[in-house]
């Protein structure tokens, strides 16, 4: 029983649960939200929607995201950044940048579906079909970002600028694929069409 317990370990516990219960319902209301946003999009998916299958009141989600927008920008492209920092550090490093991207477009297959979610809703709003404008622009700065370090590590391979645009455009659309059309497309089929993009891109007159 607590009351036999020293006064700072009783705090000490009673912060703990606290704590872990706002982080629970802050995690249930972005889970919640992202099935909402990914069945209905970003317009049509209502606050009320969100706060009926969290089990919370509006109070609460504006307390953690101030808005709708808000509370999208957190659970897709910050949600997002984190998932792809993540599934960086799963890549091996000492490999070629060929056999880096086939393992890298494999692993998309093998995303949970939380994870699938969040990387389908980003992907839409970088292409401009859904979310807010905020969250728009900050994908967009964030991809432009991570495109342009990608067309560096290309070009030192094939040598050509164009070449480089080719070999990002092309596993670019693979990936998308993978996750937008949720097509099952086999690992061989994959290590087949990776070989094939950088193969035209280092002998074709791609210049």
Not at 93 to 120: G, H, N
Not at 163 to 180: D, E, S
């Amino acid at each position: 029983m607590t009351k036999n317990l020293p006064y700072d370990i009783i705090y000490i516990s009673l912060d703990i649960r606290v704590t872990d219960m706002i982080d629970d319902m802050k995690d249930k209301i972005a889970h919640h939200a992202r099935g909402l946003f990914d069945k209905h999009g970003f317009h049509g998916t209502a606050l009320r929607e969100v706060c009926t299958l969290a089990g919370c009141k509006m109070p609460t989600v504006y307390y953690y995201y101030e808005n709708k927008e808000k509370l999208f920008d957190m659970v897709v492209r910050v949600a997002f950044e984190e998932l792809q920092q993540k599934l960086w550090t799963q890549l091996p490093k000492d490999v070629s940048s060929r056999e880096y991207d086939t393992l890298m477009v494999i692993q998309k297959k093998y995303l949970s579906e939380e994870e699938r979610i969040i990387y389908r809703l980003a992907m839409k709003t970088w292409l401009g079909f859904d979310g807010g404008e905020e969250t728009r622009r900050g994908m967009r700065d964030w991809e432009q970002h991570i495109y342009d370090g990608s067309l560096k590590k290309y070009a030192d391979v094939v040598n050509t600028q164009r070449g480089a645009k080719f070999i990002a455009r092309h596993i670019t659309a693979l990936i998308q694929r993978i996750i937008l059309i949720d097509e099952d497309v086999p690992d061989d089929e994959i290590r087949e069409e990776v070989a094939m993009i950088f193969d035209a891109a280092t002998h074709s007159n791609i210049k």
